[in-house]
């Protein structure tokens, strides 16, 4: 038999030439999504994820400085523990690395490109302020392999290179901001900046701001200097005119204020005992504070009651006189976020301090009093309070009267490191509470600095007993994603949150 | 076609909706281009229709991929061995007439999604509105994703075809797969495309015919399908542990997911404390079809640890393999009679044998005290386990002995309830998936109108019959659609309703 072998097919076909075919397989570019914009199209919700990030911690770190207390009873974040595999409480990691994350980058590489040094200094000013707050409740970060590329396990790094990272970055945002030259301009940097509407010399102020936090946190350092501190602050904010404050448009729950009534975000805390106690005069020689009105709120029987941590609120019930209000001022029984019209900073509009003149006053007072100037230490104390009394729209009159009461020191002799850290307190309740975790945690938490403070009886199981010293890392991020990472430093053990930060350590 | 509206452009040189102020936009639109250029050469060598040679060779060129990689190269290779017609074996092979052996190598190349190679930028909400990047990563570098087949088989007739085999091997290889992972937010993003995991899948696949009884007025004839697979992980992208599929994450902390396998698990989870326990979580690791999911913390010899204060099992918050839905094999069976040339009758068997399955139904009723098990739950139970007091590593661990009362604290059914517990093992069933019994008319009833050519009336009835060793409603159940793609949501069962039960009737007719 003859073999048969048939080739029934054999084609080749090559239908372009390799230059034409590069040419039409060059349609990669997304028509609908750009994947680079210029530098004020990036500014503006940068700014808003700055506060976000803040803000969401906020709410959880503000119960364990007790700022407020969950109305349920037995609350974890009440007694000092977290949610085991939950990101609640991992909004700064989120914030750091991913919202502002990559987009300082974009900046920078878009502003070198096009001259714009202010907003390359100001990028690098905002990163420089995110390694720092971030820093302060995380500890150990990913540092040096951050947003590296085609990296997938990240080691972390201790806190004292985060530290030295902050400032390095902070020189580099003040030589960009100094500069005049390329297409530096007012009108430049004010298209994307919300805050200063492009004036350079208050980014400089925050710069220097964020540089007072890196220098005085370390107060527990035999390397301390409280000089640095003063010179630093010095040359920040002058008056609140330079807070940084974050404008809300708050005409959606997307562009309102975090702790306004349209988020509803405060619906199940109540404010504490501690805090009533401070300004209800328990805490300061019986003097009525003129901003408890303001900032806080009076149940049906125009009695101030707070919560206390863990124990849940008893008044929580419809009709009963001691009932405590929403933060909001409304009894939980209003709904309608239409029907409540907010007050102190819990309104919709209300714009987000980032950081305060009277923060940093008080900053100043607590490093004059170690050093031992306790007549600088008086002074800026009494700006302190006077800053946020005005911030907080207390009628002159009563400021005054206030500041003349037996609730303030009346000479530098009698000022106490309690005095200085209790009104810090007062000016930072709500926005402020991770700078106030920062003093908790550098005083650790003495009923001695903050009278009337008490840690929680029962803290959570996790805890083994200490109080709480960080924030985990975001859960859906390191723990599940870089897990043997964290084994290097504990961060996988149970009571992870109880161990101390290197910043409050001797 | 797109009709938008917007206000507000920030980039002076990017026409698109969104480039406006999301406050007021009125649509938004999403537009994909890609492109892909094949080049393809077949050749087929064909030796006296006993032996067949089959070489193809593939060349694509995508847009999707990064400039370097854009082009890449795919062949496969066939052979078929018809050896019952090889002339010099011919009629030398008993009962069996017809037998042919076939083998076949294949590589497929699939190019990347549209605009991954640069993250992109999103329209924000935020006060002043602006852009910043999306949740999807980068990948400058990504690469075609290679498959690799190659399959084995034989089909055998014997008797005239009275019995007939098809029996075939095969393993899959999936190598540089492209998958959108979640990844460290230290990427810079939240989720990373890139190129990782290389999964295994092998398989047989058993067809056997039989019609022991064939006359003239009695017909009956069996095909019965045999099927089993396993699809193996031997690596999963970026050093990770479990890839999921976020479309299977209906209900609770459960989830459709791959697990990277044992001992990479177990080395992962058991620093510093144990969290990977070999009992429970090895029979899901490796696999690509795990129930993902969490459980009770345990101490090294698998006590569930007990919280001194609630009397509750404290949890174990990550996701590990709870359970692994594979089946160990499924047979289809399928019985045909004809009676008298007129009657058929017909019966579709559905057998399956193993697989886990999570029962997120009873889970959801019996959180929200609708299950029949919660019926106790003012008796007061201990739960069984250790106290977790720092004596739970200990050679005498304290038992734990603190009663609890359901109903007293709602976090029992709430949080402290895990998964763990509602997935079934073993899943088996039989199902009568379908019988049809239908009558041909005769044709003398049809007369001598020239109209109809035949007609016959058929009573049929699917799922009547189901019996499984599952408590939820049906077994055969999945949280996605065949669109979702991927290994597939089957075995998740949350907010699914059983096959129902059909029955109809009816006449057939051809004119």
């Known amino acids: 038999m003859k073999n048969k072998i ?65 109305t349920a009873s037995n609350n974890a974040f009440d007694r000092q523990g977290y949610t ?46 995110s390694w720092q707050s971030s ?66 010399e208050q980014w400089i102020k925050f710069v220097y701001g964020n540089l007072a936090r890196n220098a005085h946190h370390i107060s527990n350092k035999s390397n301390y200097d409280p000089d640095k501190v003063i010179e630093y602050v010095d040359k920040s904010f002058a008056s609140n005119a330079d807070n940084f404050n974050v404008p809300h448009a708050g005409t959606n729950s997307a562009d309102g204020n975090f702790y306004g009534p349209t988020r509803n975000n405060m ?60 933060v909001w001022g409304v009894s939980p029984s209003v709904t309608n976020a239409a029907q409540i019209p907010g ?34 230490a008086y002074d800026a104390f009494k700006k302190g309070i006077t800053a946020h009394m005005d911030f907080a729209a207390v009628a002159a009159a009563d400021r005054d009267a206030y500041l003349a009461s037996a609730a303030v020191p009346q000479d530098a002799a009698a000022l106490t490191l309690s005095d200085i850290m209790m009104q810090k307190y007062i000016s930072l309740w709500v926005h402020g509470a991770l700078e106030t975790w920062v003093d908790m945690r550098r005083h650790h938490y003495s009923d001695q600095v903050y009278k009337g403070f008490v840690i929680p009886a029962t803290l959570y199981i996790d805890n083994g007993g200490k109080p709480v010293y960080r924030l985990r890392p975001r859960y859906n991020s390191e723990y599940v994603w870089n897990r043997e990472s964290l084994d290097v430093f504990g961060g996988n053990n149970p009571d992870y949150h109880t161990y101390e930060l290197w910043f409050s350590k001797p | ?97 017809f037998g042919k052996i076939r083998a076949s190598f294949a590589q497929v190349g699939n190019p990347a999604p549209a605009y991954k190679i640069r993250a992109r930028l999103v329209s924000q909400t935020s006060t002043g509105g602006g852009f910043l990047f999306d949740f999807f990563g980068d990948n400058p570098s990504l690469k075609p994703e290679n498959v690799q087949s190659i399959e084995l088989g034989t089909e055998l007739a ?112 058991n620093s510093p404390t144990n969290l990977f326990y070999d009992d429970l979580n090895s029979r899901g690791a490796g696999s690509a079809t795990a129930i993902g999911g969490w459980s009770y913390l345990r101490n090294s010899k698998g006590d569930i640890l007990i919280d001194p204060n609630t009397g509750f099992p404290l949890r174990n918050a990550n996701f590990l393999p709870i359970g692994d839905r594979n089946p160990d094999f499924v047979i289809g069976l399928i019985n045909e009679f004809r009676l008298f040339n007129q009657v058929n009758i017909s019966f579709l068997l559905d057998i399956r044998k193993g697989g886990d399955i999570f029962n997120g139904n009873e889970m959801f009723l019996y959180r929200n005290g609708l299950s029949t098990r919660t019926l106790d739950r003012e008796t007061p139970i201990v739960f069984k386990g250790v106290v977790k007091d720092g004596m739970e590593e200990s050679a005498t661990p304290t038992q734990n002995t603190k009663e609890i009362i359901p109903i007293a604290d709602e976090t029992y059914y709430t949080t402290v309830i895990q998964p763990e517990d509602f997935v079934e093992r073993d899943i088996n069933w039989v199902r009568l998936r379908d019988v049809t019994i239908s009558y041909d008319l005769p044709m003398r009833w049809l007369g001598s109108q020239k109209v109809v050519k035949y007609a016959s009336v058929f009573v049929n009835g699917t799922d009547l019959f189901l019996s499984t060793n599952y408590t939820g409603a049906d077994p055969y159940v999945s949280t996605t659609s065949p669109a979702t793609g991927g290994a597939g949501g089957f075995g998740m069962d949350f907010g699914k309703i059983s096959l129902p039960r059909t029955f109809s009737a009816g006449l057939s007719v051809t004119f």
């Open chain 1, 6 to 70: 048939t080739v029934s097919s054999l084609a080749l076909v090559l239908l372009f030439v390799l230059n034409g075919c590069d040419k039409y397989l060059d349609v990669n570019q997304d028509p609908t999504f750009p994947q680079t914009a210029e530098s004020f199209a990036i500014l503006p919700p940068m700014l808003a994820q700055m506060v976000r990030g803040e803000a969401f911690d906020s709410r959880y770190v503000g119960q364990y400085v007790q700022n407020w207390a969950s």
């Open chain 1, 84 to 129: 085991p595999g939950s990101d609640a409480a991992g909004e700064k990691w989120r914030q750091h690395y991913w919202a502002i994350g990559k987009n300082i980058d974009l900046i920078v590489e878009q502003s070198t490109a096009r001259s714009q040094w202010d907003y390359v200094g100001v990028a690098k000013a905002i990163r420089a302020w």
């Open chain 1, 135 to 200: 820093t302060d409740v995380y500890g150990e970060m990913i540092l040096s392999q951050a947003w590296e590329p085609n990296r997938y396990v990240f080691d972390f790094e201790t806190q004292d290179l985060v530290y030295n990272e902050v400032n390095r970055l902070s020189q580099e945002a003040l030589t960009d901001l100094a500069r005049t030259d390329g297409n530096v301009s007012e009108a430049g940097l004010g298209r994307g900046d919300l805050v200063y509407k492009g004036k350079r």
């Open chain 1, 267 to 326: 619906r199940t805390y109540r404010q504490t005992e501690f805090i009533v106690g401070l300004l209800n005069g328990t805490a300061f020689n019986g003097v009525t504070d003129p901003r408890l009105p303001l900032m806080l709120s009076i149940s049906p029987d125009t009695v101030y009651r707070g919560v206390v941590p863990g124990a849940g609120d008893p008044t929580n019930t419809n009709n009963n006189p001691k009932r405590i209000p929403l």
């Open chain 1, 343 to 376: 007050k102190y900073i819990f309104t919709d509009k209300a714009a987000h301090p980032i950081m305060t003149y009277s923060e940093l006053q008080f900053i100043k007072a607590e490093a004059a009093f170690i050093k031992g100037d306790k007549a600088m």
């Open chain 2, 1 to 97: 076609m797109n009709t938008d509206y917007g206000e507000k452009v920030y980039l002076p040189d990017f026409n698109s909706i969104n480039n406006t102020d999301p406050a007021t936009q009125r649509d938004r639109s999403t537009l994909t281009r890609t492109r892909l250029v094949g080049a393809f050469a077949k050749a087929e060598i064909n030796f006296q229709e006993w032996l067949i040679f089959n070489l193809t060779g593939r060349n694509d060129w995508s847009s999707t991929l990064p400039v370097e990689n854009r082009s890449y190269f795919y062949p496969s290779a066939g052979m078929t061995l018809n050896f019952t017609d090889i002339p010099a074996l011919k009629g030398k092979f008993g009962p069996l007439n």
């Open chain 2, 158 to 269: 014997f008797f005239n075809d009275r019995v007939t085999l098809d029996f075939a091997w095969y393993s899959k290889s999936i190598k540089d797969q492209i998958v959108t992972q979640r990844l460290s937010y230290g990427t810079g993003f939240i989720f990373g495309l890139l190129n990782g995991g290389e999964l295994n899948t092998k398989g047989i696949e058993i067809q056997l015919g039989l019609t022991p009884v064939k006359r003239s007025d009695f017909r009956w004839s069996i095909n019965a399908n045999f099927t089993k697979y396993d699809t193996k992980v031997l690596n999963l992208p970026a050093e990770v542990s479990e890839y999921y599929d976020s479309d299977t994450w209906a209900y609770d902390n459960v989830r459709a997911s791959a697990f990277a396998p044992a001992d990479v698990l177990a080395a992962r989870f």
